[in-house]
């Protein structure tokens, strides 16, 4: 019942629980608004930064001594598989967050980055795929990185089908969110992978203790992809939970039309 | 302490009369592992080659066969509502249903494993860290497997997403548990990986129950 009076709410009252912090945006139409206000910027800055980004990646970074060209198919790889780990994250987080403070748009938050945390781990492994074949000879290996990522992608699919399962949707999130802190444990398992288990896939070469260990010219297009892919996640994200607002908004209305018939 | 056992019992004494769920888990196990040289083609070389990955992918889904009756049949008829309510904290109810399970249906596994490595021609000095390995690992698939169960005993046909829930989560079991046997057939130390299926057993200890507790009681709600 608390749901369907914060759906509902049109007008500018804070909760009636208190508007400490975040809180405050558990009202949809002040989310409505803000999300409003920041997706024109988000959207333009990712359109603005992937296609610098692809720029430098391009044309600007230099080619490989010993791969050629074909080394720039790093420059969506790369940044493909830290958004899916940082989705990941951020999913884990916002069902934390859900199962603990009860926030409405926690769990809505973690359902709306399922879907592009899974396209990001599908977008490494096959970008992955593609560079591994010019690169080590094979399309694919299953070396402790490559199985642990396609096991992140398992856990990306399974907490989807979750969210689906559940009638009710209070029930699914909390479900949901178990599920997600659950295969949280997969998060460092990948990062380590590669220190942990000396096959095929390389070591970590940027976010290392040691600092990086590629030159400046390789990884500033990265960094800008990186940022371009992740305000391409607050762009989706942003719509997702607007969508969801406005799913549940229209599902309640329809249930009084009808129950006034 | 005295309800814990008598959860314990009465999940043994309900498996033993209904003699028909632990058999079924082990006619499983044997039937899958029978698949593969069947399909593989029996080349000594080859099945040998992939016995202990074999053994441990079937006990595997064989574990998934039997995670229905953890927390299903209970749910059902209210008497999980009841404990919920009456009982000692649903953390440690979980933890003894597990045990319960496992005595049920990993062992048998446990049990079985050898003679159907045997099939397989697994080599001689495998046998020994297969059982090893699988006394550690199984204990851990229950309890990871409950916590699959748990999220689904109230989902409409809930067996198939169980099994896409479960299935990644139990990866590295399955990872270490052939590891374990592949070392002691090439002859280099066995130790450390007994010592991370140690260690996965006793995070599974450790954690699993409040997931599975958890998701109990979303499901009574």
């Given at each position: 019942m608390a749901t369907e009076a914060m759906a509902l709410s049109q007008t500018d009252k804070a909760p009636a629980r208190g508007a400490a912090g975040l809180h405050r945006f558990a009202n949809p139409a002040r989310f409505s608004r803000l999300s409003a206000r920041l997706l024109p910027w988000t959207a333009a800055l990712a359109v603005g930064l992937i296609a610098l980004g692809l720029y430098l990646a391009l044309f600007v970074a230099p080619a490989d001594y010993?791969?050629?060209?074909?080394?720039?198919i790093m420059f969506v790889h790369v940044p493909s598989a830290w958004m899916a780990l940082f989705c990941y994250s951020f999913m884990a987080l916002a069902s934390a967050v859900g199962l603990i403070w009860r926030h409405p748009l926690a769990d809505l938050a973690a359902k709306a980055t399922a879907p592009v945390g899974a396209l990001f781990t599908f977008t490494a492994l096959l970008t992955g795929s593609l560079w591994g074949k010019?690169?080590?000879?094979?399309?694919?290996v299953w070396d402790a990185r490559l199985t642990s990522v396609l096991v992140l992608f398992f856990l990306y699919l399974g907490y989807m089908a979750l969210w689906q399962a559940f009638d009710d949707d209070a029930k699914a999130a909390r479900a949901a969110a178990i599920l997600a802190l659950v295969g949280a444990v997969n998060v460092p398992i990948i990062k380590f992978s590669v220190d942990w288990w000396n096959t095929l896939h390389q070591p970590a070469?940027?976010?290392?203790l040691d600092g990086p260990a590629i030159h400046a010219s390789m990884l500033w297009p990265l960094v800008v992809m990186t940022l371009g892919f992740t305000c391409y996640f607050a762009t989706v994200l942003l719509l997702g939970l607007r969508a969801e607002l406005n799913e549940r908004r229209a599902r309640i209305l329809r249930q009084r039309a009808l129950s006034r018939l | 302490m005295s309800a814990l056992a008598a959860i314990i019992a009465r999940d043994l004494r309900i498996a033993a009369r209904q003699g028909s769920a632990t058999l079924l888990v082990v006619v499983f196990f044997v039937l899958t592992v029978t698949l593969f040289p069947l399909g593989v083609g029996p080349e000594p070389g080859i099945l040998a080659r992939i016995a202990a990955g074999v053994v441990w992918v079937a006990a595997l889904l064989a574990s998934l066969i039997a995670l229905d009756r953890l927390f299903q049949a209970d749910f059902e008829d209210g008497s999980l509502e009841l404990i919920l309510l009456s009982g000692p904290p649903l953390e440690l109810v979980v933890l003894a249903k597990a045990l319960a399970h496992w005595l049920t249906s990993g062992l048998p596994l446990l049990l079985v494993s050898p003679l159907l490595a045997v099939t397989l021609q697994m080599?001689?000095?495998g046998y020994l860290a297969l059982l090893a390995a699988m006394a550690l690992g199984t204990p851990s698939l229950s309890l990871i497997g409950g916590i699959g169960a748990a999220l689904t005993?109230?989902?409409?046909?809930g067996g198939v997403l169980l099994s896409l829930l479960v299935l990644p989560l139990y990866v590295p079991v399955l990872i270490f548990g052939v590891s374990t046997v592949e070392a002691a057939i090439t002859g280099i130390a066995v130790k450390p990986h007994l010592l991370i299926l140690l260690a996965g057993f006793f995070g599974s200890i450790a954690l699993a129950p409040w997931a599975s507790a958890g998701a109990l009681r979303l499901a009574l709600e």
């Open positions: 010993q791969q050629g060209q074909s080394v720039r010019p690169m080590w000879g094979t399309w694919w070469s940027v976010l290392r | 080599p001689a000095e005993v109230n989902v409409r046909r």
